[in-house]
């Protein structure tokens, strides 16, 4: 029986999107469980997966949107319509895009279901449970933690007031373990073998965020799993005589079309058309309209008006891609940055120096690695969520004396500010400490307030002192073989498209620093797990330069001149500062090349600083560059960045193609030369990962902006933390799941774009079709409509359009004034 408990429980959470903790942030497609679905049939409910229809009635007014824009969007979405015969009579100076844009305009369609707020009856009763067991630092320890959360709550339980007296006496006779009480639950409400993961699932979704990082730490923790909750959820229901959670229609339902329009509906609709479009149209002309109609029932207008939307920024985005040849001469210095919307101002100013030429790659530079610092507890995995860290590295000091002292620095630093904590949470020593310390900490906030940058200066020059800082490298030769780190190097220059080198390579990682914000490791890099990209870059650096590796590069065709020499940087997106790391491993050969690159790379932060203070609220481009700066450290600051809000697409490419648009800090950048990767394995690897993890954000920032309140994680005026855990809204409940309000908009003002992925390829197509067909994940993507794809394998050769039927020619910017059919290709076969 408990094997198979556990096996329904594994089926019941097959569908559940694990939820990373706030601490290290990763963005994640919430609805991921629908992909294999069309995306405008992913009926999760009460949730919206569009704008309401006027938002894009307005856009339509105000010229975002076009009548081009839905013409073609009425022919991608309606194939039918082509099959249209012309109009006649009273109709004959109609299309039938004029008939269906002006339903589209003019029609009320049904008012989008409200966002489902479901009830749990059982929630105040396990989620204070759940807090005090899951809590990393604790005022005090849970009891019986050690022996699992069932088994700790079975015990302490029995003393919760929330409980009647009763209830809590059943509880001393509950099984002891976990899968026994589910099934004990099972046979008390007598449920069939065939309903019960139905039930199972249900009592998942009561609390979907909860559930979701109960998944992710079952992975990662394994103290404890969804067995063990479930187990709980059900004896309190059974205790409190309540039936179990009703089961919600499963995924399956979603994969069923909408239902065709009512006739009836239907007619009105041509009625009301022809009175507009066409007076003294006969019954047959209505009849003709309400056949064309019934093509496009009221369901599908809020998808047309989304594919017209994007449409309309993806033709612009294209129309932008002006090839920009690189300078004849070769460049003095290379800077590699994420490939994060972020980088792409700080490439465009970078490059201002024509000495100076930029590459995209995802911000872990394909160095996989869990880390510690030297003599550190605890480490960090800096890698992307897709992978698991198989290689650990430290550092290894240039200094022990030094390195000693900085330990017991550190040590000492933790251990007060861990005796602050107890102090300050303990039941009386609050009072003794205010009276005690209230006039520094006094004055310490009115710093923090009114002199932001000054406090942060002073607080950090007080660590340096107490734990000085130390040079160090590294360990990356002892966690890899020579052979891995060849390896590596080889898929980065082959993934990154770097073929020629300057005699400067920067290798510049990315993270976010800001103040008295929850969501901070949402602004880190998400290729090194939601924590800053310092030490990859380092690693990085470490194995381009090693001589060994250069060797084996050479002898495989990939050769790194000996007066290259690679530089591990750190790149902050508030600040937008690059600072160089491990400066004590520069040679002095190439120490004045980095001097020149540190002065360029300030110059650039200052444009970019006020290229951004116009988007930012709050902020005024005219302030002085330490005001903008100063929203890092400014602990009342709630927007001290935008962090990849805007994000719409992602150009897999050489930089030649992007170099002349500005793409306004909307684009992910991946570098990519198809001369280079003659295999084809360097694009597999990036359409399988750095493209799934693109759209993980992208949808994270589209239904966040969608679903503020149960996809997102509604306004931060109301949010608890819970440890490094999560947030609550509020005191009990779920975990919020996505990212707050404040991230995506300002009051009801979007600063997100709703919009899709469109990922756009420049690659040989056959090579592009070849991975995708043979990638279920990416096939449901693509086919599915969640994410669109545009490709050419050549700067010469025109875009073309993937469908689920095959390729087919990009439209232009204005279509064709007849509706003429578009020729489609075969899945098997290539433009």
Same mark, same amino acid.
């Given at each position: 029986m408990t094997l198979l408990v556990h096996a329904q429980v594994a089926q019941a959470a097959r569908d559940t999107v694990a939820g990373w903790?706030?601490? =290290?942030?990763?963005?994640?497609? /919430?609805?991921?469980? &629908?992909?294999?679905?069309?995306?405008?049939?992913?009926?999760?409910?009460?949730?919206?997966?569009?704008? /309401?229809?006027?938002? &894009?009635?307005?856009?339509?007014?105000?010229?975002?949107?076009?009548?081009?824009?839905?013409?073609?969007?009425?022919?991608?979405? @309606?194939?039918?319509?082509?099959?249209? /015969?012309?109009?006649?009579?009273?109709?004959?100076?109609?299309?039938?895009?004029?008939?269906?844009?002006?339903?589209?305009?003019?029609?009320?369609? #049904?008012?989008?279901?409200a966002p489902a707020t479901p009830t749990d009856p059982v929630a105040d009763l396990?989620?204070?449970?759940?807090?005090?067991?899951?809590?990393?630092?604790?005022?005090?320890?849970?009891?019986?933690?050690?022996? @699992?959360?069932?088994?700790?709550?079975?015990?302490? +339980?029995?003393?919760?007031?929330?409980? =009647?007296?009763?209830?809590?006496?059943?509880?001393?006779?509950?099984?002891?373990?976990?899968?026994?009480?589910?099934?004990?639950?099972?046979?008390?409400?007598?449920? $069939?073998?065939?309903?019960?993961?139905?039930? !199972?699932?249900?009592? !998942?979704? %009561?609390?979907?965020?909860?559930?979701?990082?109960?998944?992710?730490?079952?992975?990662h923790d394994g103290d404890i799993d969804l067995t063990e909750y479930l187990a709980v959820r059900l004896t309190v229901r059974l205790l409190l005589d309540l039936p179990p959670t009703e089961a919600q229609p499963d995924a399956a339902a979603a994969t069923t079309a909408p239902a065709p329009t009512p006739g009836a509906e239907v007619h009105a609709r041509a009625v009301r058309l022809a009175d507009a479009l066409a007076p003294g149209a006969t019954p047959a002309d209505v009849a003709t309209l309400a056949r064309l109609l019934a093509l496009h029932p009221l369901d599908d207008h809020p998808?047309?008006?989304?594919?017209a939307y994007e449409g309309h920024y993806r033709r612009d985005l294209l129309a932008s891609l002006t090839p920009h040849p690189l300078a004849p001469t070769a460049p003095h210095t290379q800077v590699v940055l994420c490939i994060d919307p972020r980088s792409e101002g700080l490439r465009r100013h970078l490059e201002t120096d024509a000495g100076v030429e930029t590459f995209g790659f995802a911000g872990f530079?394909?160095?996989?690695?869990?880390?510690?610092?030297?003599?550190?507890?605890?480490?960090?995995?800096?890698?992307?969520?897709?992978?698991?860290?198989?290689?650990?590295?430290?550092?290894?000091?240039?200094?022990?004396?030094?390195?000693?002292?900085?330990?017991?620095?550190?040590?000492?630093?933790?251990?007060?500010?861990?005796?602050?904590?107890?102090?300050?949470? %303990?039941?009386?020593?609050?009072?003794?400490?205010?009276?005690?310390?209230?006039?520094?900490?006094?004055?310490?906030?009115?710093?923090?307030?009114?002199?932001?940058?000054?406090?942060?200066?002073?607080?950090?020059?007080?660590?340096?002192?107490?734990? #000085? /800082?130390?040079? =160090?490298r590294v360990t990356i030769a002892s966690a890899f073989t020579v052979e891995e780190r060849a390896t590596l190097a080889e898929a980065g220059l082959r993934m990154m498209g770097l073929g020629r080198f300057a005699p400067l390579v920067v290798l510049a990682g990315h993270g976010s620093v800001s103040t008295n914000n929850l969501y901070q490791a949402a602004l880190d890099c998400g290729a090194c797990g939601g924590n800053p990209g310092a030490v990859n870059a380092r690693a990085a650096a470490e194995i381009f330069n090693d001589p060994e590796v250069r060797e084996i590069l050479a002898a495989r065709g990939l050769e790194i001149p000996a007066g290259t020499h690679f530089v591990a940087a750190l790149h902050d997106t508030v600040a937008d500062r690059v600072t160089i790391l491990d400066r004590h491993l520069i040679p002095d050969s190439h120490a004045t090349l980095v001097d020149d690159f540190t002065t360029q790379a300030d110059a650039a932060a200052d444009g970019l600083v006020r290229?951004?203070?116009? *988007?930012?609220?709050?902020?005024?481009?005219?302030?002085?560059?330490?005001? !903008? $700066?100063? $929203?890092?450290?400014?602990?009342?600051?709630?927007y001290p960045e935008l962090g990849l809000a805007g994000n719409a697409a992602m150009i897999i490419g050489p930089r030649e193609m992007t170099r002349s648009a500005n793409l306004g800090r909307r684009v992910f950048?991946?570098?990519?030369?198809?001369?280079? *990767?003659?295999?084809?394995?360097?694009?597999?690897?990036?359409?399988?990962?750095?493209?799934?993890?693109?759209?993980w954000i992208n949808h994270q920032y589209y239904f966040s902006t969608l679903n503020p309140d149960t996809l997102g994680a509604?306004?931060?005026?109301?949010?608890?933390?819970?440890?490094?855990?999560?947030?609550?809204?509020?005191?009990? @409940?779920?975990?919020?799941?996505?990212? #707050?309000?404040?991230?995506?908009?300002?009051?009801? +003002?979007?600063?997100?774009? #709703?919009?899709?992925?469109?990922?756009?390829?420049?690659?040989?197509?056959?090579?592009?079709?070849?991975?995708?067909?043979?990638?279920?994940?990416?096939?449901?993507?693509?086919?599915?409509?969640?994410?669109?794809?545009?490709?050419?394998?050549?700067?010469a050769d025109p875009w073309w359009t993937y469908t689920a039927l095959g390729w087919v020619p990009t439209p232009a910017t204005t279509p064709d004034p007849t509706p003429t059919a578009t020729p489609t290709l075969t899945r098997t076969e290539t433009p």
């Open positions: 903790p706030i601490a =290290s942030f990763i963005a994640t497609n /919430p609805l991921a469980p &629908y992909e294999a679905t069309r995306f405008d049939h992913a009926a999760a409910p009460g949730t919206h997966l569009t704008l /309401p229809v006027e938002a &894009y009635r307005a856009a339509f007014t105000s010229g975002r949107i076009t009548r081009d824009d839905l013409v073609l969007a009425l022919r991608a979405r @309606g194939a039918e319509l082509r099959g249209v /015969p012309p109009f006649t009579g009273a109709l004959a100076h109609l299309s039938p895009e004029d008939v269906l844009i002006e339903d589209m305009l003019h029609t009320d369609t #049904p008012p989008a279901p396990v989620v204070p449970w759940l807090a005090a067991f899951l809590d990393p630092d604790p005022q005090w320890q849970l009891p019986e933690r050690d022996r @699992g959360f069932y088994a700790a709550w079975r015990a302490l +339980a029995t003393h919760d007031p929330r409980l =009647s007296r009763p209830a809590r006496r059943r509880l001393r006779d509950a099984p002891e373990q976990a899968s026994t009480a589910i099934a004990a639950c099972f046979t008390a409400w007598g449920t $069939r073998d065939a309903d019960r993961v139905a039930l !199972l699932t249900a009592e !998942l979704a %009561a609390l979907p965020g909860w559930t979701g990082y109960l998944k992710w730490r079952s992975e998808f047309t008006w989304q594919a530079f394909g160095v996989p690695v869990r880390f510690a610092t030297y003599e550190g507890r605890g480490s960090i995995d800096s890698l992307p969520a897709l992978l698991q860290p198989k290689h650990a590295v430290t550092e290894e000091p240039a200094d022990s004396d030094r390195a000693r002292a900085r330990t017991r620095g550190l040590r000492a630093l933790d251990a007060a500010s861990h005796s602050l904590h107890v102090t300050e949470n %303990a039941t009386a020593t609050p009072f003794a400490l205010a009276e005690a310390t209230g006039f520094l900490f006094g004055v310490s906030s009115v710093v923090r307030t009114l002199a932001p940058t000054l406090h942060h200066t002073l607080t950090r020059r007080w660590r340096d002192r107490i734990a #000085p /800082p130390v040079d =160090s290229e951004r203070a116009v *988007d930012l609220p709050g902020a005024d481009p005219m302030d002085s560059l330490a005001k !903008l $700066r100063a $929203r890092a450290h400014d602990w009342a600051e709630v950048l991946h570098s990519y030369d198809a001369a280079l *990767d003659p295999e084809g394995t360097g694009l597999e690897t990036i359409l399988t990962a750095p493209v799934v993890v693109a759209q509604g306004t931060k005026t109301i949010h608890n933390a819970i440890g490094g855990i999560g947030v609550l809204a509020g005191h009990s @409940g779920d975990l919020q799941r996505g990212l #707050p309000r404040q991230s995506v908009a300002v009051g009801d +003002a979007l600063l997100h774009e #709703p919009l899709r992925l469109s990922v756009i390829v420049q690659a040989p197509i056959d090579r592009v079709s070849a991975i995708v067909s043979g990638n279920q994940v990416l096939r449901d993507l693509f086919d599915n409509e969640w994410i669109s794809l545009t490709a050419r394998s050549t700067a």
